[in-house]
């Protein structure tokens, strides 16, 4: 399960179709009969910007409208995926399908690619805003097919300490709302510490309690959830995602341009990367985190830690 570290606290602590254009790289306008043009552009598969907040519109006398996020401190215009479309009032975004997928005023989740400054990257109908991202809504995280085993809460404790245990040969484990754990096994390592380590996990016996056993109100076992597990395979190993987390902080460039706007840092297993949140994301530190870590690294919007 994901863990976080707050840079309060200073304690220890889990997307998307997107793309980056390169700078200089314009994007094409995207517009429905009765709509406005937007930014849209063609998207890839790296995430690096997760942009958690307010979806914002301001449609202009050219029949341009320009959508962009805002959350704390951070305000980034947004070039949406090729297809999409903006009408009415208030205004709301379309997908490809033709489906509403956010509303101005209304919260919205985008994940993207490196943040640029909007001088390198422009955006159709956008201006009075520093920079631009090449992203889109953020989809649910990855879900193996589960079995059909029900195992407890208990059950799944057993499995995350196995995971744990094994960092070179498993990528993580996360659940789902529907309740369906996901766990990852990292390509590229050991087999037969692999298939070894699955082995133990699926050996695990059920505790999760039949249906037609009513707990004591109040007990433990009134708690259980139903939990049904499945496998994938990923590209990174818990190794060495921690081998990353672990130079977050103690990268001096880096840390300069985050300054005081870091708020928590962790390993964001479900996407594969380090998540560093911030309260204020700018390009410099979108470009700095690309050069320092590559694509181990996603920037969010987080809210800063209040003192209690």
């Given at each position: 399960m994901?863990?976080?570290?707050?840079a309060?606290?200073?304690?220890?602590?889990?997307?998307?179709l997107?793309?980056v254009?390169?700078?200089?790289?314009?994007?094409?306008?995207?517009?429905?009969?009765?709509?406005?043009?937007?930014?849209?552009?063609?998207?890839?598969?790296?995430?690096?910007t997760?942009?958690d907040g307010?979806l914002?519109?301001?449609?202009?006398?050219?029949?341009?409208?320009?959508?962009?996020?805002?959350?704390q401190?951070?305000?980034?215009?947004?070039?949406?995926?090729?297809g999409?479309?903006a009408r009415?009032?208030?205004?709301?975004?379309?997908?490809?399908?033709?489906?509403?997928?956010?509303?101005?005023?209304g919260?919205?989740?985008?994940?993207?690619?490196?943040?640029?400054?909007?001088?390198?990257?422009p955006?159709?109908?956008?201006?009075?805003?520093?920079?631009?991202?090449?992203?889109?809504?953020?989809?649910?995280?990855?879900e193996?097919?589960p079995?059909?085993?029900?195992?407890?809460?208990?059950?799944?404790?057993?499995?995350?300490?196995?995971?744990?245990?094994?960092?070179d040969?498993?990528g993580?484990?996360?659940?789902?709302?529907?309740?369906?754990i996901?766990?990852?096994?990292?390509a590229g390592?050991?087999?037969?510490r692999?298939?070894?380590?699955?082995a133990?996990?699926?050996?695990?016996?059920?505790t999760y309690?039949?249906?037609d056993?009513?707990?004591?109100?109040?007990?433990?076992?009134?708690?259980?959830?139903?939990?049904?597990?499945g496998?994938?395979?990923?590209?990174?190993?818990?190794?060495?995602?921690?081998a990353?987390?672990?130079?977050?902080?103690?990268?001096?460039?880096f840390?300069?341009d985050v300054?005081?706007?870091?708020?928590?840092?962790?390993?964001?297993?479900?996407?594969?990367?380090?998540?560093?949140?911030?309260?204020?994301?700018?390009?410099?530190?979108?470009?700095?985190?690309?050069?320092?870590?590559?694509?181990?690294?996603?920037?969010?919007?987080?809210?800063p830690?209040?003192?209690?």
């Open positions: 994901p863990k976080w570290r707050s309060a606290a200073q304690g220890i602590g889990a997307i998307a997107i793309a254009l390169s700078p200089g790289c314009g994007a094409n306008h995207g517009a429905s009969s009765d709509g406005y043009r937007i930014a849209v552009a063609p998207h890839d598969s790296e995430l690096l997760d942009l307010t914002n519109a301001r449609v202009n006398s050219d029949g341009t409208a320009c959508l962009w996020i805002t959350s401190q951070t305000s980034i215009a947004v070039i949406w995926p090729t999409f479309s009415g009032n208030p205004v709301g975004l379309f997908d490809e399908r033709g489906s509403r997928v956010g509303t101005a005023g919260h919205l989740e985008v994940g993207a690619g490196q943040v640029r400054s909007i001088e390198s990257q955006v159709t109908g956008c201006t009075g805003l520093n920079a631009s991202v090449v992203g889109g809504p953020l989809p649910p995280m990855p193996a097919k079995g059909t085993q029900i195992y407890s809460n208990q059950d799944i404790g057993d499995m995350v300490n196995i995971v744990n245990s094994n960092p040969v498993f993580g484990l996360w659940g789902t709302p529907d309740h369906v996901t766990i990852a096994i990292a390592g050991d087999m037969n692999a298939n070894g380590a699955r133990q996990i699926e050996a695990i016996k059920s309690l039949p249906q056993h009513t707990p004591s109100p109040g007990s433990l076992e009134a708690t259980y959830v139903a939990w049904r597990v496998f994938i395979t990923t590209d990174r190993s818990l190794l060495k995602l921690n990353v987390l672990s130079r977050v902080t103690s990268t001096q460039a840390m300069k300054g005081n706007h870091l708020v928590s840092w962790g390993l964001n297993t479900p996407r594969q990367a380090v998540s560093v949140g911030l309260d204020l994301i700018t390009p410099v530190m979108s470009e700095d985190a690309q050069a320092k870590f590559g694509g181990w690294v996603v920037l969010e919007t987080a809210s830690v209040t003192p209690a």
